[in-house]
């Protein structure tokens, strides 16, 4: 089902969370023993994972960043989300601090990060939000953590699932990431931007992003284009909803014949919904976050 998202102000969290704000402070001294603040973990194969504990309760939200991107990409959402439940930042690998020595770059591979910290903090009741490739992620972490994980939500992410990628463009795509990432990397991410975006903005999460180390980016590029979406969509086990833009289409009826999916539509942004309308994204996420734990809809009526 498609939900359309009413811009809502800060000062309407203090009334919507009211009814919640005992329960996530019991929730809180039940786990005073696990410790807050930035810290260390080793994944699967031994690359040390970076990862911030903002605040732990019940419900956990993890929030994993998209390709070429870092944990701070979430900053404008860390705070007002804090308030009301636990958050957790990672870096994957490749990312950020995290480590880069990685043998084979794959989905699957960041997935076993996310679990490492999962893991690391005793985390429960986990709902994985995930931008873009953290999309695809926070997927494979679901079918990772049963019962640990219970909801997916994608930022801009999970479009059209049932949908197949075509081996024969692979190459074509990523040529000229491998011929000059910089350049390459640079067209691809200003182009997921709308055109009244802010100049500065787009300048600077280009400028960030492509100054990645380019033999990951496109090896994990070649990972997310052979990911198979349909297998991850069908096998998380949890509710997935994503928060999408209008720029690209969201096949709902087509996620729907795969897993419980709903969208929620925000109109008018472009790609990076946490630079580009932050307070907006962070409503929207709290309602979803509330929908998946309460298993009803607290932004109003569906469409």
Known sequence: ??????????????????????????????????????????????IEIAYTAHRIGTPNLVLVHGWMCDQSYWNGQVPVLAEAFGVVTVDVAGHGASGLDRDEWTIASLGDDVKAVVDKLGLEQVIVVGHSMGGYVALDAARKLPGTVVGVIGIDTLHDDGSTWDPDNTEGFLSPFEQDFPAACSDFVTSMFVQTANVALVQGIADDMCSGPPNIGVALLQAYLAFDRQEAFSQSGVPIRAINTDKWPTDVEGNLELADFELTLLEGYGHFLMQEAPEVLTQAVIDTTLEIVMGEDQSGPRQ
Request: aromatic letters at 2%; a negative charge; hydrophobic letters at 45%.
């Open 1 to 46: 089902m498609l939900r359309q998202t009413a811009i809502v102000g800060i000062v309407a969290l203090a009334t919507l969370f009211a009814g919640c704000s005992e329960q996530n402070a019991t929730d809180v001294e039940t786990v005073a023993g696990t410790a807050t603040g930035p810290g260390i973990v080793s994944s699967s194969d031994g």
